[in-house]
T-cell receptor, first 113, second 113 residues
Framework: DQQVKQNSPSLSVQEGRISILNCDYT??????FLWYKKYPAEGPTFLIS?????DKNEDGRFTVFLNKSAKHLSLHIVPSQPGDSAVYFC????????????FGKGTKLSVKP | KAGVTQTPRYLIKTRGQQVTLSCSPI?????VSWYQQTPGQGLQFLFE???????NKGNFPGRFSGRQFSNSRSEMNVSTLELGDSALYLC????????????FGPGTRLTVL
């Protein structure tokens, strides 16, 4: 059973607008969440993370929101740029499981000029 | 600081052979995790090493093994290759803790014929 779910396989957004990528999880033991960006045949690139003691973390154009009661997190990209087009993965870990990130299946973001 | 490096980048093997993949972590990082990425299963955790000891292991058969050296470099070995082992193998390093960010290498693309 998937512990981390990204229910939208793809998302298309106009350049300059906001991109919102969503992620749901089922394991209440998860205490650290990350977003990665990935191009085909390359390794994931770390974007932003959030600890379970926070509900928001910002880094430039990227903001991650965490709603623990709903077991939901989202990544906001504002403004979206064509170079943001890639597959975005949500990942989660718990302190009892060293080095093991549980990944969602990814959402392919396309930003149209 | 140099990133995570993996060698080789591409590999073609035949069924029944064995293969060894190598990963050099970011300087100062003592933890190395290995993941398998396939179109059907997504990114799945294989195992994690810290200070030359396997700390955590995913649900893969015993044909998949690894080790870590005193300089934190890690190798992954797959014996008796099967067609289904064709995948992108990624390694990631982090400093040490369970809530540290993992940084990924570019991956090794393994094709089993």
């Amino acid at each position: 059973d998937q512990q981390v779910k990204q229910n939208s396989p793809s998302l298309s957004v106009q350049e300059g607008r906001i991109s919102i990528l969503n992620c749901d999880y089922t394991n209440s033991m998860f205490d650290y969440f990350l977003w990665y960006k990935k191009y085909p045949a390359e390794g994931p690139t770390f974007l932003i993370s959030i600890s379970s003691i926070k509900d928001k973390n910002e880094d430039g154009r990227f903001t991650v929101f965490l709603n623990k009661s709903a077991k939901h997190l989202s990544l906001h990209i504002v403004p979206s740029q064509p170079g943001d087009s890639a597959v975005y993965f949500c990942a989660a870990s718990d302190r009892g499981s060293q080095g093991n990130l549980i990944f969602g299946k990814g959402t392919k973001l396309s930003v149209k000029p | 600081k140099a990133g995570v490096t993996q060698t080789p980048r591409y590999l073609i093997k035949t069924r029944g052979q064995q293969v060894t993949l190598s990963c050099s972590p970011i300087s100062g990082h003592r933890s190395v995790s290995w993941y398998q990425q396939t179109p059907g299963q997504g990114l799945q955790f294989l195992f994690e090493y810290f200070s030359e000891t396997q700390r955590n292991k995913g649900n893969f058969p015993g044909r998949f093994s690894g080790r870590q050296f005193s300089n934190s470099r890690s190798e992954m070995n797959v014996s008796t290759l099967e067609l289904g082992d064709s995948a992108l193998y990624l390694c990631a390093s982090m400093t040490s803790g369970t809530t540290d960010t993992q940084y990924f290498g570019p991956g090794t693309r393994l094709t089993v014929l």
